[in-house]
């Protein structure tokens, strides 16, 4: 492994913890925004609230981290991508801040109308957001982004068949992660009911990713030959993987051992990525840009080894800490002041 | 026109909305910063006194501040966020070469507000359910990795002013070397100026919020301690900032004196040179400033003959907007020396009687205090960035050649204007709602089982 695949690999590792706990994160918008009406929703909205409220912010750093990575350490394939597909950023960052004001805001807010108009805001940008990276994806995938400033179509980097395939299925694989993470947190808190309904959720969306995703095979085919050959070809054992980590998931759900479901159902996405990612080896923009082209020299990549590894050391810790106080709190709650009935919290929606 | 003119086409038509646009996101984030940067320790200060003393009304404030943190936090990282995507997607011709020699603070801050995010969430849903002393060592992280974040991102600005640690060859970057790209001349002074700035505002803002209850009457010991507490620490820290100030304006006058002569309006280089406070600058001159003798050669040289370098030092075209930065720079030094005053007022009181001064016209100072440290901090940064005009890193890049020529970017800049609109108007509320009603819950905090089931509501 050379010292840039290296340091991109380190960068995917994040890109992957965005996805699955940024992307779980998005997902319980989407349920949140198919709850239903004010009351009838009312439980589904406190649980998910419940599970995400103390972590969502550290979840999200994920993405500024894999940002930073890439513009240090790729410049000019960050310029790029940035300059061309400003739109979708643009639109993404948006709902990125109408998600977290809503988050921040909503709890301290009691009027009704307010109240609507965050959870709106919060439960529409879950869709907005995971919809325009995984546009980008597919636009950077399908080999619109060229190398240069601005040298990409600004719009038909992002609108087009692939970017479709990627926005949808982003969306759809965060609510799946979302709804199979509920359905732990759920049972947790003892209500069977909600675990339920959320059981039934993900095993819908379950089928309709695997649809899509089959249906994918012929976009790709028409639309990202090269990535299509790449997917089929070197990537073929990731994706094998995929699908066989997405079927356990989809059994251990119907046998409602939803522990178990989250461990295979966290590989099962992560594995899309990992695809994504063999397929367009050793393409930083495909078809014009390696990942050795677009690195930046070796003074900057070792210090960002160094600096990533020996950061790690201090983050990860501190990040298992933060997700086991959550977890254990569960059994602790008795306090003054929070009685040892109220539903508390459940931590990470994280595998 | 034939693509590359549509290009530069683009590119003159972004500048001005790109500019602005940064400078609204930037001068927003910067404001909830300094919150994340100085609160923790303020908040955590008042805890431990809480703790050694007994005393209920010092934990009920350490714990409403927890809460506004919290939400000051949760404003500040989602500004944050649209920051770093501002800076590939307005300015991919500076991230293009220089990413790799400047970007890497970037990454070290990264971590940092990792580190903060996380204790953030430690610190407030540990309330009450940890320990004392495990509460507070919760809360040593944040501490210290908001300062480890303003240095980080300090360091990435005081490069673009004084850019160190490559070479260029033939207008290509080489040699990139990121640590010695982070230890550039404006560091140290840059960053010891904004951690102060950060301590000030946090101050002066939080004391300004209990002096208006106290004009209304609330006079209470709650009241005293929320004025008390953090106003020392700004009172204290102020003249040490105005040490600093004179630090940073000499390093600005050794390394960039076409920004020092702007931030003076100052045309022609001279010995001599007197100190000009206001004024209007309109063809090369500056109209209707008040002059001390002396004084500017006395500030930047140590002598009062000493030469400064004036703004025909360089071609017209190499010249920032002369007023704006004059001006900016007068309202900072300004406001610093009237918040002085109010730090020396107090201290008086307080060494010879032992408390705040009674006269109403104290708590009026002091409830406009935190507004004008804000001033003050935001006058600053317009100083240094418009300084710097038209350079985006000194000397080095044009602004012009660095923002993207992208077709239609200009129109993110009024979706901006619009979202941040709406952003300052909720945080508004929350944090007024947080002020007068105790009860209600931060966005990391468990919410407690009363209006549990209101949360789903909407
Ligand atoms: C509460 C805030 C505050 C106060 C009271 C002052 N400053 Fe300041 N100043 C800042 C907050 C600030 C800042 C916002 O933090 C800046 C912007 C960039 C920086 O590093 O610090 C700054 C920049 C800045 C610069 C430009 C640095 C550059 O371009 O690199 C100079 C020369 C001074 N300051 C000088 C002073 C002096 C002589 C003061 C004496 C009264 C003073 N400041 C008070
Ligand atoms: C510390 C990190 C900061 C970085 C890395 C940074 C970076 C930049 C960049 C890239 C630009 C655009 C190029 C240019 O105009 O030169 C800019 C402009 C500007 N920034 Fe900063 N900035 C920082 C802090 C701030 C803060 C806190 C403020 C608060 C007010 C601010 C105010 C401005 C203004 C007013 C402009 C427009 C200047 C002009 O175009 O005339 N900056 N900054
Ligand atoms: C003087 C300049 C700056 C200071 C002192 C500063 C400080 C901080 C601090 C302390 C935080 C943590 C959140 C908070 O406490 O509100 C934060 C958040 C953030 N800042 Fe800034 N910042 C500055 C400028 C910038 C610039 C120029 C960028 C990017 C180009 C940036 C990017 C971010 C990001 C991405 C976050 C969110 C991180 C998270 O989600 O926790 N900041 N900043």
Redesign the interface.
């Known amino acids: 492994m050379t010292l840039p695949e290296a340091v991109l690999g380190v960068m995917f590792v994040g890109l992957i913890a965005y996805g699955l706990f940024g992307g779980a994160d998005f997902g319980a918008g989407v349920w949140d925004l198919l709850a239903g009406g004010t009351r009838r929703g009312a439980a589904q909205r406190a649980l998910i609230e419940h599970s995400i409220g103390p972590v969502w912010e550290a979840n999200h750093v994920w993405l500024i981290f894999v940002l930073v990575v890439l513009w240090t350490a790729f410049p000019s394939g960050f310029a790029a991508l940035a300059s061309t597909l400003y739109i979708p950023l643009t639109l993404a960052a948006f709902g990125m801040i109408a998600r977290g004001a809503a988050f921040a805001f909503r709890k301290s807010v009691t009027g009704l109308g307010m109240r609507r108009f965050l959870g709106a805001s919060f439960a529409v940008s879950s869709l907005v957001t995971p919809y325009f990276l995984g546009a980008i994806v597919g636009g950077v995938a399908s080999g619109r982004v060229p190398p240069g400033i601005a040298a990409g179509d600004v719009v038909h980097s992002w609108v087009n068949p692939t970017s479709a395939l990627g926005g949808v299925l982003a969306v759809l694989v965060c609510a799946y992660l979302a709804a199979v993470f509920l359905c732990g947190d759920a049972r947790r808190e003892g209500t069977d009911e909600l675990a339920e309904r959320f059981r039934v959720c993900a095993l819908a969306t379950a089928a309709v990713v695997g649809a899509v995703a089959l249906g994918g095979f012929f976009v790709l085919r028409a639309d990202a030959p090269l990535l299509f050959d790449g997917l089929i070809g070197r990537g073929l054992p990731v994706i094998a993987v995929s699908v066989v980590a997405g079927l356990v998931s989809i059994g251990l759900l119907a046998t409602r051992r939803y522990a178990l479901a989250r461990l295979t159902s966290a590989p099962a996405v992560a594995t899309v990525l990992v695809g994504w990612a063999v397929a367009q080896y050793p393409y930083l923009l495909p078809p014009a840009l390696t990942i050795a082209e677009a690195a930046a020299g070796r003074t900057t990549l070792v210090a960002m080894l160094v600096a990533l590894l020996v950061g790690s050391l201090i983050l990860v810790p501190a990040l298992i800490y933060l997700y086991v106080l959550f977890q254990r709190s569960t059994a602790t709650a008795q306090h003054p002041g929070v009685p040892a009935t109220a539903p508390a919290e459940s931590g990470a929606p994280g595998p | 026109m034939d693509r590359v003119g549509y ?1 530069l086409a ?1 590119a003159t038509e972004n500048l001005y909305p790109a500019r602005m646009q940064m400078a609204l996101s930037l001068g927003w984030h910067i404001i909830f910063s300094c919150f994340g940067v100085a609160f923790p320790a303020i908040v955590v200060f008042t805890e431990w006194r809480a703790h050694r003393r007994g005393n209920p009304e010092l934990r009920e404030l350490a714990h409403t501040w927890a809460k506004a943190m919290g ?1 000051l ?3 500040g ?6 920051l ?2 501002e ?3 307005l300015w ?2 500076l ?7 400047f ?2 603070p ?6 940092a ?3 903060e ?6 610190y ?3 309330w ?2 940890m320990s004392p002393r495990a509460h507070m060592l919760s809360a040593l ?1 944040m501490v210290v990795s908001g300062m480890a974040g303003a240095f980080f991102v300090i360091a990435a600005n005081a490069w673009m002013n004084n850019p160190t640690g490559f070479d260029l060859v033939d207008g290509r970057v ?6 010695g790209a982070m230890f550039g001349p404006s560091t140290w002074p840059q960053f010891v100026h904004m951690l102060l700035a950060a301590y000030m505002v946090a101050g002066f803002t939080v004391a300004s919020v209990y002096a208006v209850g106290m004009l209304r009457g609330r006079r209470d010991r709650y009241h005293r301690f929320g004025l008390l507490i953090p106003l020392s620490a700004a009172a204290i820290i102020t003249p040490i900032q105005i040490g600093v100030g004179d630090w940073i304006a000499n390093v600005v006058a050794e390394n960039q004196p076409v920004k020092l002569a702007a931030m003076e309006g100052l045309y022609r280089t001279g010995t001599a040179v007197p100190l000009s406070l206001g004024g209007v600058y309109t063809d090369d001159e500056l109209r209707g400033a008040l002059e001390i003798p002396w004084g500017l050669s006395l500030l930047v040289t140590h002598d009062p003959n000493g030469l400064v370098v004036g703004l025909d030092s360089v071609a017209p075209e190499l010249r920032p907007p002369v007023n704006v930065v004059h001006l900016s720079y007068n309202v900072m030094v300004g406001i610093g020396s009237a918040l002085l005053v109010l730090a020396a007022w107090l201290g008086w009181s307080w060494w010879r009687r032992r408390r705040i001064p009674a006269t109403p016209w104290f708590l009026r100072a002091v409830a406009v205090s935190g507004v004008g440290a804000i001033a003050a901090m935001e006058a600053g940064w317009v100083t240094t960035e418009v300084g710097r005009q038209p350079w985006i890193v000194y000397d080095v890049l044009r602004t012009a050649h660095a923002v ?6 200009y129109l ?1 800049f009024y ?1 901006v204007v619009a ?1 941040y609109a709406v ?1 300052t108007g ?2 508004v ?2 944090l007024r ?2 002020a007068t009603r105790h009860d ?10 009363g209006p ?7």
């Open positions: 290009l683009d939400v936090f949760a404003a990282a989602v500004s944050g966020t649209l770093s995507f800076m590939g997607i991919p011709g991230m293009e070469p220089f990413g790799e020699v970007g890497f970037f990454v070290l801050e990264g971590f507000f990792f580190i995010a996380i204790f953030v969430g430690v407030l849903f540990g009450d359910r992280p080489v040699n990139a070397d990121p640590v993207s020529p992208a077709p239609g970017l993110g979706a979202i952003l909720l945080t509320y929350v709602r947080l209600t819950p931060a966005p990391q905090e468990p919410v407690p089982a549990t089931e209101e949360v789903g509501v909407r």
